[in-house]
């Protein structure tokens, strides 16, 4: 079973180094990508990427990831909140929403350290 939705198409994403969807509905767009199978650095700079796509939006970006991305959490301002869920396969769903916040995140920070 895939942990993004059937309906959602393929988007090139500047800068990703993996496939992202597209789910819109109502004139919002949600975004997905997968990165469970993919080692540093590619779950940072793919975050940063679809970040980039909701910043300012009511739309959200879902994140499949082997683990919580630490590192990439403490990158995080508070225009960003995020959700972890356990979904099957020992994977991890990190659900990203933008908001109006006083602090705006790096997104142009990609590198898990520092």
């Known amino acids: 079973m895939s942990n993004i939705p059937s309906e959602a198409v393929k988007v090139e994403v500047e ?17 997905y990508f997968d990165t469970s199978a993919e080692g540093p650095p590619h779950p940072m ?15 959200t970006l879902y994140m499949i990831n082997h683990k919580a991305p630490g590192g990439l959490f403490d ?19 990190v659900v990203f929403t933008s908001v109006n916040a006083n602090e705006d995140s790096d997104l142009n920070q990609t590198s898990c350290h520092g």
């Open 15 to 31: 800068g990703s180094t993996v496939d992202f969807f597209e789910l819109a509905k109502d004139g919002v767009s949600d975004y």
């Open 45 to 59: 700079v793919n975050a940063m990427c679809g970040l980039k796509l909701i910043k300012n939006t009511s739309g």
């Open 75 to 93: 990158k995080l301002g508070t225009d960003v909140k995020y959700v972890t869920e356990n979904i099957d396969g020992g994977l991890v769903r």
